[in-house]
T-cell receptor, first 116, second 113 residues
Framework: DGGITQSPKYLFRKEGQNVTLSCEQN?????MYWYRQDPGQGLRLIYY???????QKGDIAEGYSVSREKKESFPLTVTSAQKNPTAFYLC???????????????FGPGTRLTVL | KNQVEQSPQSLIILEGKNCTLQ??????????LRWYKQDTGRGPVSLTI?????NTKSNGRYTATLDADTKQSSLHITASQLSDSASYIC????????????FGRGTSLIVHP
């Protein structure tokens, strides 16, 4: 999985609870991303971070929060404000330049969140 | 709005047969197109990356083509194996800087023995 770890693999949450999904990378990549994947839909961007202590909202940021205190870590908190949080969450990181000047994006193994 | 459309949505083939998956993209500015393989419950893994100047790229039994004029790409799988059963995702990517790719919904491939 390209040097990106996510934990836990499965997570169960009661309604009204906040939960935090972990993402760590040892690829020395500057940029990190969180995506949400639902059945039959493409990956949707929640948040991304180009550099430590800076991050931007993606297409579906409502009900989520992130932090980027270290280059290696980009945790995602799913808050009680997220109305339909049950989904598969993927963390990714991207190299700069790379082969032929193309950014290469690597994904973690994912966390499946289920709201009970 | 950038879009990536994939077809078919799902496909069932017999082991040993070939198949071709299609991708149409509207991504501007456009830099490169990628194909990923995603096994059920796991993260996507890159198969091929093609810049706008490349027409074809192979990775073992996987061959991707790109026509930047018509904004179409295809992924051809030769002599399919049971392990090819997965979702195949087409991704259009912009030039460097702030890298925000556009993902297709994927084609679900099932290979039967």
């Amino acid at each position: 999985d390209g040097g990106i770890t996510q934990s836990p693999k499965y997570l169960f949450r009661k309604e009204g609870q906040n939960v935090t999904l972990s993402c760590e990378q040892n690829l020395n990549h500057d940029a990190m991303y969180w995506y949400r994947q639902d059945p039959g839909q493409g990956l949707r961007l929640i948040y991304y971070s180009q550099i430590v202590n800076d991050f931007q909202k993606g297409d579906i940021a409502e009900g989520y929060s992130v932090s980027r205190e270290k280059k290696e870590s980009f945790p995602l908190t799913v808050t009680s404000a997220q109305k339909n949080p049950t989904a598969f969450y993927l963390c990714a990181s991207t190299s700069r330049g790379g082969t032929r000047g193309v950014n290469e994006q690597f994904f973690g193994p994912g966390t499946r969140l289920t709201v009970l | 709005k950038n879009q990536v459309e994939q077809s078919p949505q799902s496909l069932i083939i017999l082991e040993g047969k070939n198949c071709t998956l299609q991708c149409n993209y509207t991504v501007s500015p456009f830099s490169n197109l990628r194909w990923y393989k995603q096994d059920t419950g796991r993260g996507p893994v890159s198969l091929t990356i093609m810049t706008f100047s490349e027409n074809t790229k192979s990775n073992g039994r996987y061959t991707a083509t790109l026509d930047a004029d018509t904004k179409q790409s295809s992924l051809h799988i030769t002599a399919s194996q049971l392990s090819d059963s997965a979702s195949y995702i087409c991704v259009g990517a912009p030039p460097g800087g702030s890298y925000i790719p556009t993902f297709g919904r994927g084609t679900s491939l099932i290979v039967h023995p």
